[in-house]
């Protein structure tokens, strides 16, 4: 139940289950008709796949939530500031849990969600096609060609470094505020897509190395990593409250804090069973 607890989005062969458990077909067949009699897990009568069901849902997520939980207190203490761990839901972004503390960040608790469109959520689509790409950059309206060569540019430089750095500015504050307002009922309307496409229009996203330098400082409100799952999908992120002006081995520091956390808890993802 905790293997396929932890892809809740996810479908699998009885010959893939069997062989990550290392059981034999015969065993993995009776236990998955069990289970599926209790609605633990459901079959796919078409492709006779196994998925999460509705009875499995809330341990799995609970017992994922526990799991994690060690790596965001670690980071925590590491980082010495406040991180949280949010996941990907439709086309919004949810806050899952949230660890530590940072006397300067806006109050966050688990279940608040922000819009995936652009500019926010690039550690999700960085490591995505070409096509997802410029569809999470166009759902904005079509960009001008400067916006579109920044975001291009920074997407290449979170592939490249691991993480993404959100600028602290008032516009950040007032606009992540509004946004959170808006899609707390998890959709994304056109108001939610304008309002995301004046700030991107209005501020310079992200930090790139020739502004990075060595000695200068920043005002920096978040530094966050991507986890991925075993197809290398970007399902959630890790995510660093920094909510200050730091410099820029700071930045960097933080950066590979954090992209250390997603990894680990993209290789629990991708190894349910591991260590």
């Not at 949280?84 to 608040?112: F, K, M, N, S």
């Not at 470094?161 to 500015?169: I, K, P, S």
């Not at 660093?240 to 954090?258: H, M």
Request: net charge neutral; glycine share 8%.
């Amino acid at each position: 139940m905790e293997f396929v607890g932890a892809h809740p989005e996810r479908k699998f062969s009885l010959a893939e289950i069997c062989r990550r458990l290392n059981i034999s077909r015969g065993t993995g067949h009776a236990i998955l008709t069990t289970l599926a009699v209790h609605e633990w897990v459901v079959r796919d009568p078409v492709t006779a796949e196994y998925s999460c069901g509705p009875a499995i849902a809330g341990i799995g997520t609970s017992a994922n939530a526990q799991r994690y939980r060690g790596d965001l207190h670690e980071l925590a203490e590491v980082a010495g500031t406040q991180v949280y761990l949010t996941r990907r839901e439709g086309r919004t972004l949810v806050i899952d849990q949230v660890v530590g503390t940072c006397p300067t960040a806006p109050h966050i608790g688990p279940g608040w969600r922000t819009p995936l469109v652009a500019p926010f959520g690039r550690d999700y689509v960085a490591w995505a096609d070409a096509d997802a790409r410029k569809a999470w950059l166009e759902a904005i309206g079509q960009p001008g060609p400067a916006l579109r060569r920044r975001m291009n540019a920074v997407l290449k430089e979170i592939r490249i470094r691991g993480f993404a750095v959100e600028r602290l500015t008032g516009e950040y504050l007032r606009v992540y505020t509004a946004l959170r307002a808006l899609t707390s009922d998890g959709e994304v309307d056109a108001i939610t897509a304008q309002l995301a496409r004046a700030f991107a229009d209005l501020t310079v996203i992200d930090v790139l190395p020739e502004e990075l330098g060595d000695a200068d400082t920043h005002d920096v409100a978040i530094v966050s990593a991507p986890v991925a799952d075993g197809a290398g999908v970007v399902t959630m992120s890790v995510t660093a409250a920094v909510f200050a002006t730091v410099d820029s081995a700071r930045i960097r520091e933080l950066g590979e804090q954090v992209r250390r956390t997603a990894h680990t808890i993209g290789a629990r993802i991708r190894d349910p069973l591991g260590p």
